[in-house]
């Protein structure tokens, strides 16, 4: 190996920058404690919220969701909300970041392995990088999915670490050549493994109603919103799983996909994005970035 090749790299602030328990550092490198509940039991919570050019997006809605949350494991965070959301500016100064992903995450903090509650502080993570890159064609051509036997537990309202149905059905829809799984719970439609869902039903737009089986989605709520602005009508209700193929459009909303319409559900091609969904994805995307 060449010595260039073996000089250390320099970390910089723009690769993203974390603050765990007070010290603010480099991402890449950072460690937490080998028995943090996070790793040992997946006892933790989340989020996940985005800057567009400087400004960040939503953050009283997610921070409102991270205590939710948090009251919902009884899990006692470390900060206030306000003192977090002081944190995420800190972070958002010291990268220089414009478009940037925040990641906050709380766990029960670090003790010798017993799965009742540990009395020591809590931790808290919380950092700011660059957002992954995504392909633009998902966009312009829409993704395909499949449906899938949502195997979550009974609290899908809670944001919380313990993300393995997400993850394996997740990676089930990529194994089938599909970008994301539309979960069915007792011929229910719920969500998406990492998303919520919208459908369009005879120029109506239908999302599962947020009780325990969904997140409520920060991104849902607001193009529900929107969809009320644009004079979109629109229902909150209980979606049966063999309405999916009556829809004449599909959509998912989370915070890193905004809008996500789907051009093909089980192999059933479907208009993407279609004229609800385009409507939508612009009016999100400026409301996003503040224009
Ligand atoms: N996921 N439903 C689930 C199961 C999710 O994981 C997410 C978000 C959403 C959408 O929520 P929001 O609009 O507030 O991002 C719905 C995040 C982005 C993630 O885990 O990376």
Redesign the pocket.
Known sequence: MTERALAPSTPRAADGLVWIDGDIRPIDGATVPLEDRGFMFADGVYE?LRAYAGRLFATHDHLERLARSAAGIRLALPLTTPEIGEVVVELMEQTGLGDAEVYIQATRGAARRNHLFPDVPGRLVIWVRPPRAMNADLWAKGCKAITLVDERWARCDLKTVSLLP?VLAKQAAYDAGAYEAVLVRDGFVT??????LFLVLNGELVTPVADNR??P????AHVLRLAERLEIPFVERNVCDDELPLAQELFF????LEVLGVAELDGRALAAPGPVTTRLAEAFAGHARGN
């Not at 909303?253 to 890193?256: G, N, P």
């Open positions: 996940v997400n969500e998406g493994s990492a998303s919520n969904i997140l989605g920060i991104t849902r909303t989370s915070t890193s």
